[in-house]
């Protein structure tokens, strides 16, 4: 009998034991993704600030796009200058959509994101650089983007 009584204790233990490292590996897997949402909010940050930059260093960029949007003709370098910027949002766009679908960034945050990005592919020429490449990003991203689009129209 005693013996019995002290195989039940042991694997009683072991149970507990069990138990209590899968709960800390559950809460090891929690701060994981959060430290990974936090890692990945500062990367998109970082990205949309380095666009952000070129603005700022070239403002010869802003000449473009105002000419592009007046109708004023460009010349093809202007014109790859600006399609080669806004082919670059639009693939930073692309990360942030892909981050959000594998739950990497936060539901509210990829709303504040959608809000911008209507109001900036409507924008002609940006719509203009969109259908030109729609086909060059992932398929799940061009379908999110022209749903987008059928909102603005």
Do not use: C
Request: aromatic residues 12%; proline residues 2%; hydrophobic residues 45%.
């Amino acid at each position: 009998m005693k013996i019995s009584a002290i195989n039940e204790s042991v694997s009683l233990i072991a149970n507990i034991g069990v138990i209590g490292s899968i709960i800390f590996l559950g809460l090891e897997m929690q701060q994981n993704t959060e430290m990974m949402q936090s890692q990945t909010r500062n990367s998109i940050v970082e990205n949309q600030l380095s666009v952000y930059d070129k603005m700022i260093e070239n403002p010869e960029l802003f000449d473009i796009a105002d000419k592009r949007s007046a109708n004023l003709d460009v010349t093809n370098a202007e014109w790859q200058q600006l399609h080669i910027f806004i082919l670059s949002q639009l693939r930073i766009w692309e990360n942030e959509f892909y981050q959000y679908q594998i739950g990497l960034y936060a539901a509210e945050e990829f709303e504040a994101r959608k809000i911008w990005w209507r109001k900036i592919i409507g924008i002609p020429v940006n719509l203009q650089t969109w259908r030109f490449e729609e086909e060059t990003f992932y398929p799940d991203f061009r379908i999110y983007m022209n749903e987008l689009l059928g909102e603005i129209s």
